[in-house]
């Protein structure tokens, strides 16, 4: 059926910042018609029609940080479990990390990932490649090959690159090719054998900690190179009150610093580590309250861009173990959307701006199309029911894995429908 009608839903616009009340005319994967509710009487046969009133009709959401494993840990996610994952959460674009095995350093691995992509046919897949070969901080990778097999970015996310003198180079050939740089900030010296946050409860319970120190050296040392260059640099799952100033005071300046951060750092602290359950392990980590509020005044004054989830899947093998030795990581494609509604109730964010957080400021970071729907543009959106509560459990996880911190947890606000280049490739 190649012509679809979505009924009365209200469609947020994410750059206009409004919601209106509207009918959607879908056309050969495109949006062909945006008109006030009732506008499309005379029905041609054959045309399909979604009902969507008390509906929100939003952008496709753009998730600019995921780890699928694929190639490599196929057991905890593929491209086709991840995508499948992404558009459940009512993702119809992710971007996703080098940190693979082996690491997405060539175009070959770039290329291997895209097919997979086309292969699941579900959300659109886009590579971030790695800074240095082998993501070992010594030698940069290809970027003119990298950036011609598809890769819309570059990161060695999981580390910095350690010298600045290299990551000055790889700022300077990064803007030359238009590829945008996503930082991982950590020194992982000062960081040392760190499981949590650095401080009071650390402290109280006996774990080595992670000072906020940790990230906030290297995202001052990104703030100074961009300075130096005047390339941009994307910092990426922005944890600590420190960092939300240095990146403040950087755009003040007029940098072309942008950044992210992740649903777990506005939602949960430090304090939730006491328990020791491995599923709260994440790398940066759970902070304080402080950190958290601070964190969502950089949201409310846009100092923070995006909403990215950082998607890490681990297996029991990994996280079935003591608190210390377990991985880092947790997924956030399945209640990202939730969370983030959460922020909208509670008067952080509006709900045009909180799209734009999830679709329209990741695509414009990676210099994608999308994130907002408009007459002719690709018919890439979700179809979210606000008011919906849940029950987040186990067993509903699209994800390969399972670990989420959110299980078990009421969740309020959620996808019925997805649709990429106008195919419903999701539906509840
Ligand atoms: O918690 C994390 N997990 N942080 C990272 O930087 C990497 C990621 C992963 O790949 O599991
Ligand atoms: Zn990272």
Redesign the pocket.
Known sequence: MDMLLIRGGNLVDPVAETVKCVDLLIEGGKIAGISPPGAYREEPPGMGIIEASGMLVVPGLVDMHV?FREPGEEHKETVATGARSAVAGGYTAVAC?P?TRPVNDCGSVTRFILDQAQRAGLARVHPIAAITRGQRGKTLTDFSELKDAGAVGLSD??FPVANSGLMRRALEQAAVHGLKVIS?CEDKVLSGKGVMNEGEVSARIGLEGIPAASEEIVVYREIALSRLTGAPVHIA?VSTSGSVSLIRRAKEEGLPVTAETAPHYFTLDHGIVQGLNPVFK???PLRTRRDMEAIKEGLSEGVIDVIAT?H?P?GSREKQVPFEQA????IGLETALPLTLALVREGVLSLAKAVKKLSFSPARILGLSGGRLVQGGEADLALIDPGEQYLFEEDQILSKSKNSPFIGQRLKGRNNLTMVGGKIVWRR
């Not at 991985?327 to 947790?330: E, I, L, R, W």
């Open positions: 780890h990390m940190n996310d999981g991982h799952h994440v790398n940066p950082d890490a681990h991985a880092f990581g947790m």
